[in-house]
């Protein structure tokens, strides 16, 4: 048997599970070397063929004394890392949240927040902090930059400010405008020979640490030619006293703005609130102005949901986007595992290209719920994609599998990847069949010191079509005996009830609510062994709670082993049963329903008429 290898016994069949286990699982992927805290690992690909990270570090948690910024170079896309080098000193002042810009001649310059004038505390509200004083600094202060012209194996000696123009919020801020509070966590980004720097300004401190704050961009027309520093040209953009803002029903805070440029020179946005939701808009006069900001939506118009964490997205090389996000509608800074991702691609409006999103998937989790993943970066080289995400004590990078990238895009496009043939498939005139063996999710690890409990990360798929006149209460699915052990599908509150059961532990997750008398619904649960999470998707449309509740997927217990029980039995209600032995990407289900609406049409055409995404449809962004 190959190393990377593991045989698992479940008693009634014997899988073959790979020893890296799920490749979306985190620790799957490289460490990047830092001290205790790490934040903002962010990559760009250098003129000798490495890739250069910068990093935020040091020996203590978040905003602590002594946080500092290193750079590392790696000539094995991330496998390993040379020697840290210190762009600031861990014993002088706070340098935080650098980011990085390459030139075309090869220089990269490095911008990040600094403390330079050593300030140790700032007046805040009262709560939470004690006395009114805040004496977390790593957010204020100057604005730097140093620059190497060797890839990364020195910076300049000399750090260099660059010039923010005050507004509103600066000069309403507890010092007036006199001390700047602000950082940031977007990358640069270029047009047509001008740079563009992000930046997010911060109005106050007090409850949730930044009370209040808005995006602004610093543009440079001279960066990426004049290779004096002292000669850069910036201007602070958009015009005006004011920022990017949350929504007009918005809250105070619009902070870590994300930006990518469209074919046609349009600049995008994405961003934070504490609103449920992600904030987006659209510059088309090279950030001089932006449009109304406005909540971030499915290509169908349904808004996506989104906590106070970081949400980024990029531009492909393929000129298709990627959007990370967390999918639910958390107001704080929680919940962040796991992340999923969407696809994007440019569709044509009178006033320009706007970006249209495709539905999620998971991209990557941690087994423990209680674990944060952000601050991500992404790289392409050579047809394959990487990202990089930090816990805030480790950082990592994960090289991504293309054809769920492929998949995602699909969904836009009408492109769907073949699934697999169904262990089992059963219409209601069957009214039993035998059920098909379905993998475990964890087994007894003969090889683990006391042969401790092994995830398999297996799972599986339950797809059916629900007749219109379904009544509370029906049973629609079911293979479990008297133990409690084994499957059961019912309806409940107009939702679908999943049950679970080993005999010992069990599980319980109800579908949003969605059955309309009359209406018949294509519906399937992905159970994913992977993160022990539970996905519904209902008529091609993943569920995401919508209005009732923060969250729609549902996690089920890490002990719950083994639901293999009695043979299928199909209620009156239920017109067809399919059963996967995996769970299905998000993609491959929405597939499934296109090509059954498709009545043998083009899926394209199936596709466009189930999301709307008609010409009237289309938006700016």
């Not at 941690?366 to 992404?378: A, C, K, V």
Request: some cysteine; proline content about 6%; glycine content about 10%.
């Amino acid at each position: 048997m190959p190393a990377n290898e593991t045989t698992i016994h479940t008693g009634r069949k014997c899988y073959i599970q790979p020893a890296s286990n799920d490749p979306r699982r985190i620790q799957t992927g490289h460490v990047i070397p830092t001290e205790s805290y790490s934040d903002q690992p962010y990559v760009v690909r250098t003129d000798d063929g490495c890739w250069l990270l910068t990093v935020t570090t040091g020996g203590g948690e978040e905003g602590s004394g002594g946080q500092h910024v290193i750079s590392m170079r790696s000539a094995d896309r991330g496998k390993t890392w040379s020697e840290p080098v210190d762009l600031e000193p861990a014993d002088g002042p706070e340098a935080s949240y650098a980011v990085l810009l390459k030139t075309g001649y090869g220089r990269v310059y490095c911008f990040y927040n600094h403390n330079t004038d050593n300030i140790r505390s700032v007046k805040a509200d009262n709560p939470p902090f004690p006395a009114g004083k805040c004496t977390r600094v790593d957010s204020l202060g100057h604005y730097v930059f140093r620059y190497t012209d060797d890839n990364g194996r020195s910076w300049s000696k000399k750090r260099y400010d660059v010039p923010m123009r005050l507004f509103e919020i600066d000069r309403e801020n507890a010092d007036r405008g006199k001390l700047l509070y602000f950082w940031n966590v977007g990358k640069p980004f270029c047009i047509d020979g001008e740079a563009f720097v992000s930046i997010h300004k911060v109005g106050g401190y007090g409850e949730g640490v930044f009370t209040r704050s808005e995006g602004a961009l610093l543009l440079s027309p001279n960066i990426l030619t004049e290779r004096d520093p002292e000669k850069l040209v910036w201007q602070t953009l958009p015009e005006g006293e004011i920022g990017l803002c949350s929504p007009a029903e918005g809250g105070p805070i619009a902070e870590e703005q994300s930006y990518v440029v469209a074919s046609d020179g349009s600049i995008h946005v994405v961003y934070r609130t504490v609103d449920g939701f992600p904030a987006q808009s659209v510059s088309r006069n090279r950030g001089r102005s932006f449009a109304a900001p406005a909540y971030r939506t499915y290509a169908d118009g349904r808004p996506m949901k989104h906590p106070r964490a970081a949400n980024f997205m990029w531009r492909c090389e393929n000129g298709k986007y990627l959007y990370w996000f967390h999918n639910h509608g958390g107001r704080d800074y929680e919940d962040r595992n796991p992340v999923w991702l969407c696809g994007g691609i440019e569709a044509d409006t009178p006033e320009g290209k706007a970006l249209i999103w495709s539905q999620p998937e998971i991209l990557l989790y941690d087994d423990d719920p209680m674990i944060r993943m952000s601050y991500p970066d992404f790289l392409e080289e050579n047809g394959r994609y990487f990202f990089t995400e930090t816990q805030k004590d480790v950082a990592r990078i994960h090289e991504i599998d293309p054809t769920l990238l492929e998949g995602l895009w699909g969904q836009l496009e009408g492109h769907f990847a073949l699934k697999p043939a169904p262990l089992l498939d059963v219409r209601q005139k069957d009214k039993k069949a035998t059920m098909p063996i379905l993998p475990s999710f964890s087994v007894r690890d003969n090889h683990a010191p006391d042969y401790q409990t092994l995830s398999t990360r297996c799972g599986f798929t339950l797809a059916l079509d629900v007749l219109g006149n379904a009544p509370e209460g029906a049973l629609l699915f079911t293979t479990m005996d008297e133990t409690h052990k084994g499957i059961r599908i019912s309806v409940g509150d107009r939702a679908l009830i999943l049950e679970m059961g080993d005999g010992v532990t069990g599980a319980i997750w109800h579908s949003d609510p969605f059955l309309l008398p009359g209406h018949s619904h294509q519906a399937a649960f992905i159970v994913d062994g992977g993160h022990r999470v539970i996905l519904c998707v209902v008529d091609g449309i993943l569920q995401d709670g919508g209005t009732f509740r923060q969250f729609g997927f549902g996690r089920f217990s890490p002990w719950l082993n083994d639901v293999n029980a009695g043979a299928a039995n199909l209620g009156e209600y239920i017109k067809r049963m399919r059963v996967y032995g995996s769970a299905l990407r998000v993609s491959a289900v929405i597939g499934m329903h296109c090509a059954a609406i498709s009545n043998h049409k083009n899926i394209k055409e199936a596709h466009l008429c189930h999301t709307s995404l008609s010409p009237e449809r289309v938006t700016a962004d």
